[in-house]
């Protein structure tokens, strides 16, 4: 009986909170509007880095853990650096009149040198690319040519949607054959199946054998950690770019000759570049021997370009790792921002409330002359606040999902909303609104009935 009379009484206060909500319609919500968008900002914030952390993790899978990247420093880029000393010791060489070393650059030769010498070599990778024009009848279309073997597909989990990989004779012997990615396959072939069928690639016509599944992704398409759609790729046999499109470790006569017209020009330098590969991806056998491997591959390969560091090694899982951390700080900031436009929602029903208690003296006056407890005031007013906080909670997490969807839709930024950002953001909302609706309902208490009847 007890229980049910207080249940009774306390409900009757919250009761009358309510009524007092929607006698004020106007005024509700609008102490309601910082919570409503305090609640929705930490929802699309979080969604929003749950979505870059989510991307990362893509990118080391398709990176893979255990990859080193070596990438050639082109002469034009070694030229213009800052490093002091090997200015200093080109100009010694030239006033000693010594002889400019020369280094071929990355060839096909360092990749297999790689693979046979260094024991904790799983796999290595050459990758050549161009960019040429694609021609099938009257269609024509910019495409990225790669160069490679099909360890490239091992290494990246490219998976095909049609056809073959290479055979080994189209490897060793160079021949006109391609694999095809998914948007090359939509712009030329339309509903036909490309397999069996010739493409025509600047000079030469390529025969298709596979056709890669769709494999379009959101980021950065980094060239030092080797990330990049293959949608817009055909990509061929390394020894096919070698034989029949460019090789650049070989001298051409044209190329000769416009050396020798711009000898001094600074142009000229810039567009040097005399390495076979864009770059070398090894496959180490366990991640632990990644930096002692990067490092035996980087004195190897000096040694081989005659003393010249010409390439650049980097580990991609470290350089991912990295960038995870730099994402997970800024999610916190995020965090904290929306965080901090939930106080100010707070502080605003404070206020509200507060002014809410100035304006209803009287009726506070008249429900302690009748019998109401101190209690039962605080409970009517702590009521009201709360019940404001969560019907704000209730909005601003509606509000949050669709900010998100609207984001991910209008600025093809991924997010990902969690349960766990909803319910501490809702949790957060409540506990805003008792704790600062506390303060308010403790005044509103604390006022003498006979001098709030005066009033």
Known sequence: ??????????????????????????????????????????????????????????????????????????????????????????????????????????????????????????????????NYNAILGDISSPIKLDGTDNTYFNLFDIQLESGTLFHQIHLNEGRPVCIIGNNVKNVFFNQEPPVGKYIKCGQIWLLVIGVIERRSFAGSSSGTMAISSTDNSIIIPAKTMLLRFRNRGLIRSDEVKQASLTTTSSVAAKTLDNNQLDKIIVRVKETSQLTATAKIAGNMLIRKHNKIQDFEISIPELLLKQQQKTKNIFNIVLGAIAGISLIVGGIGIMNIMLASVMERIREIGTRQAIGASRKDIVIQFLSESTLISVAGGILGIILGVALSKIIQTMFDIKTIISIFSIFVSFGVSVFIGITFGYLPAKRAAEKDPVESLRQ
């Open 1 to 130: 009986m007890k229980l049910r009379a207080y249940y009774k009484r306390y409900s009757y206060n919250v009761l009358i909170a309510v009524e007092a909500i929607f006698a004020n319609k106007v005024k509700s919500l609008l102490t309601a509007l910082g919570i409503i968008f305090g609640v929705a900002a930490v929802i699309s914030m979080l969604a929003i880095g749950n979505g870059a952390e989510q991307e990362i993790l893509d990118q080391i899978k398709m990176v893979g853990v255990n990859n080193i990247i070596i990438t050639p420093i082109l002469q034009a880029d070694q030229a213009s650096g800052n490093d002091t000393k090997t200015t200093a010791a080109s100009e010694a060489n030239q006033l000693n009149g010594s002889k400019k070393k020369f280094s071929k650059g990355l060839t096909m030769l360092d990749a297999e040198a790689i693979k046979q010498i260094i024991p904790t070599v799983q796999d290595v990778c050459p990758i050549i690319t161009f």
